[in-house]
């Protein structure tokens, strides 16, 4: 009867010791802080590395937008039986212009694209200028052949980096 009593009462100190710990056992969740959430800002002498498809709020003079450079949307060349994957591909980056206020306008020769060696990519626009306010985005295409690896695509306006868009081109 006292080995019986033994175990009833080990027992009941494990409950006691579950309430003295009531949170045993539940891990807090690491969330980001707000500042992780908000849109990235660019303007004169303060340039911007982002994700491709992630919208830049820029400041120029005289305009606020949201800027951002999607894609590329990437028609890969039929395989030949026997061949291995292509290593390039013709695609289409789309820049997207919002403004908040002001009128932006938007050259297409102020793009530059790089692959991972750091070659150029000769980009060809739909347009060679967009001109975007708050009643009226602007969108502009961008297409060149991209080969498979890390690109990044900058936009450069007045000749001087401001927002660089990077992406992998995958052609597997």
């Known amino acids: 009867m006292a ?6 009462s080990g027992c009941g100190s494990a ?7 009531p ?18 800002t660019a303007s004169k002498g303060h340039y911007q590395l982002v994700a491709a498809g992630e919208p830049v709020i820029v400041h120029r003079v005289g305009a606020v937008a949201a800027v951002d450079v999607a894609g590329p949307d990437i028609n890969p060349l ?20 919002r403004p908040s206020s002001g009128r932006l306008d938007v050259a297409a020769a102020n793009f530059l694209g ?24 602007a969108t502009l295409r961008l297409s060149a052949v991209f080969v498979a690896g890390h ?16 992406f992998v081109v995958e052609l597997d």
């Open 3 to 8: 080995l019986v009593g033994a175990v009833l």
């Open 15 to 21: 409950a006691s010791s579950a309430s003295i710990a």
């Open 23 to 40: 949170a045993a056992g539940h891990y807090p969740v690491a969330s980001p802080p707000p500042e992780a959430l908000t849109t990235p």
């Open 78 to 97: 039929p395989a030949t039986q026997g061949q291995p994957p292509a290593q390039q591909a013709p695609g289409t980056l789309t820049v997207t212009v």
């Open 114 to 137: 790089l692959d991972q060696a750091q070659n150029r990519i000769a980009l060809h626009a739909d347009r060679p200028l967009v001109h975007a306010d708050p009643k009226h985005p």
């Open 151 to 166: 690109t990044t695509v900058t936009w450069q306006p007045a000749g001087r980096p401001l927002v660089t868009w990077d």
